[in-house]
């Protein structure tokens, strides 16, 4: 080990330790590789069984919040506003599949997005509005969300019926499979899936309970990349990994193509299994992330007197930011799920594409409503927190920004909001009604703002 220690620089060492620091999350799931296995991990891979040859589906989500006005000793160029705000969001998509030849599927996304997250999407890691990001503009914009092509190799004979649904073909799908995914779409359509927190359209609305706020995944500021990406089905065991494309600056729309220069690496083994005949998943993700990323010590390190420091002006190919997370769902009755995330990142260099969160955790339960005869209901309450590293607080309280936060100065505490909401089905098929109500304290990571409650309506539809 000594030797190991004298052969390694510094900076390698450093990284070593804290992925040795990160090695509980995979002995948990290494251990629940024992329980019972269970049905498989969301879609099951193709089999080549002839069904329809297209399909096309729609969706459509309003989101109305309102915040009231709340107390903070100071404010900064990112923070959240202190003032009543109201902002809505809107966003229409149209699903499009073809089978092309054996194991072959296009999928083809058009999307229109518009309206604003409040104050901009600024001042919260944990941002209210799942459908919002930084996006300067707020007016309806069209533009390509995906377009992909899925080629899938049956490696057995054994097949399981899949349902007609967004991007799936109805089929008859193979138990052990090979599938290769190579376009645009999000990195969050194949990894940190989840049953009972799957996204803003119909459940959570915050950024942090759709996706684990430490997984700073490749993305443009709508949330898609380019990438390609290798899916293993076996049985009860999923493994996935993807190659993805970077933003060419942070939060940017451009992506940058040359792989040579910025590139994120994925990967993610999850575990089907049944805990007292109930079904329940296991995930572990890991991501390297390769790109012109700037240092928050170095941006301390040479900060003007009297300016705050600036993380841009450090920015250098070669940067890279690392993490796990760990993800469960569980099934406590026919009615009642339980499901959690946490995650962990070094935070040493700029947050790049999702949220300002190192650390994560969360916990949440979802009631369906057939227990009061309206099967198509459902109730969810979940609690997150979020905390930073030593680095990135640090820089914060000297008045640096980040992409998404900057009071100015930092009182830091781990920034913890929690989240209920009733998802209603009317008599009309495709139709759900949402109220949701969320609770945030310490918006920012900052002790001297807040508390901050957001009230907000949702409309879905989809066809």
């Not at 002839?50 to 309102?66: E, G, M, P, S």
């Not at 007609?164 to 779409?185: H, I, V």
């Not at 942090?208 to 380019?226: E, I, K, P, V």
């Not at 705050?308 to 250098?316: F, L, N, Y």
């Amino acid at each position: 080990m000594k030797s190991l220690i004298y052969l390694c620089p510094p900076e390698t060492m450093k990284k070593l330790q804290n992925i040795i620091k990160a090695l509980p999350l995979a002995l948990i799931c290494l251990a629940l590789c024992y329980l019972p296995a269970a049905a498989q991990d969301k879609a099951p891979q193709a089999d080549s069984t002839h069904q329809d040859r297209f399909n096309l589906h729609f969706q459509t989500t309003y989101i109305y919040q309102y915040k009231p006005m709340f107390g903070a000793s100071y404010s900064g160029p990112h923070s959240l506003s202190t003032a009543e705000e109201r902002d809505n969001s809107i966003t229409a998509t149209l699903f499009f599949g073809v089978r092309l030849w054996k194991g072959a599927e296009l999928y083809i996304n058009p999307e229109v997005a518009g309206g604003s997250g409040l104050s901009g999407a600024y001042g919260m890691a944990a941002s209210t509005n799942g459908e919002t990001f930084r996006v300067g503009d707020p007016s309806p914009t069209l533009y390509l969300a995906r377009g992909y092509l899925k080629q899938t190799i049956a490696l057995s004979k054994t097949t399981t019926a899949v349902d007609d649904a967004y991007n799936q073909l109805p089929a008859r799908y193979a138990s052990r499979s090979l599938s290769f995914y190579l376009g645009k779409f999000g990195l969050g359509d194949l990894f940190d899936n989840n049953a009972y927190a799957s996204g803003p359209r119909t459940s959570f609305l915050n950024w942090c309970l759709m996706s684990n706020g430490a997984w700073d995944y490749a993305a443009n500021l709508r949330g898609y990349t380019y990438s390609f990406t290798t899916v293993l089905q076996w049985d009860n065991m999923t493994y996935k990994a993807a190659l993805a494309a970077l933003p060419t600056v942070a939060n940017g729309d451009d992506l940058n193509t040359n792989l040579g220069q910025e590139y994120s690496i994925n990967g993610e083994v999850t575990r089907a299994y049944k805990l007292r005949k109930r079904d329940g998943h296991l995930r572990l993700l890991a991501y390297y992330n390769n790109g012109d990323m700037g240092n928050y010590n170095q941006a301390l390190a040479q900060a003007w007197p009297w300016f705050g420091p600036s993380v841009i002006d450090t920015r250098k190919l070669g940067r890279d930011k690392y993490g796990v997370g760990l993800n469960f769902d569980q099934q406590l009755s026919s009615t009642l799920g339980i499901f959690g995330r946490a995650g962990w990142n070094d935070g040493q260099n700029e947050t790049w594409c999702f949220t300002e969160a190192d650390q994560t955790v969360s916990l949440g339960l979802v009631l369906n409503g057939a227990g009061w005869k309206r099967k198509d209901d459902n109730v969810g309450v979940a609690i997150v927190a979020n905390g930073l590293s030593q680095a990135h607080q640090k820089y914060l309280a000297a008045g640096g920004l980040g992409f998404q936060l900057g009071d100015g100065k930092l009182n830091y505490a781990n920034e913890t909001v929690a989240e209920c909401y009733y998802n209603l089905k009317p008599v009309a098929a495709g139709i759900w009604l949402s109220l949701d109500y969320q609770f945030a304290l310490n918006p920012g990571y900052n002790q001297d703002r807040g508390a901050v409650n957001v009230f907000s309506f949702r409309a879905h539809v989809e066809l």
